[in-house]
């Protein structure tokens, strides 16, 4: 059981990490349309999409270890 505790902790750290990654890349290609003096363009969909995947590993991360907790919790049957 505490294998499945850890696997959900380390979904969600992975899914952290990767959104502070998407971020980044975010704030890096709004510096380069600045840098270039255009105007404001919106965020390229591949660096949208990165966010949605980081935020549904996320998620996942935190079903699986709140799953884990429970059935931990649970009183085991003979």
């Known amino acids: 059981m505490m294998r499945s505790l850890a696997t959900g902790i380390v ?5 952290v990490v990767s959104l ?6 975010s704030g890096l290609d709004y510096r380069k349309w ?7 363009s919106a965020t390229p969909s591949w660096i949208l999409a990165w966010h949605a995947v980081s935020l549904a590993v996320i998620v996942a991360g935190v ?3 709140l799953v884990a ?10």
């Open 34 to 40: 600045e840098a270039a003096g255009g105007g404001v």
């Open 11 to 15: 979904v969600l750290i992975a899914g």
């Open 20 to 25: 502070f990654a998407s971020v980044v890349a």
């Open 63 to 65: 079903v699986l270890f």
């Open 69 to 78: 907790l429970v059935l931990r919790s649970r009183p085991r049957r003979r």
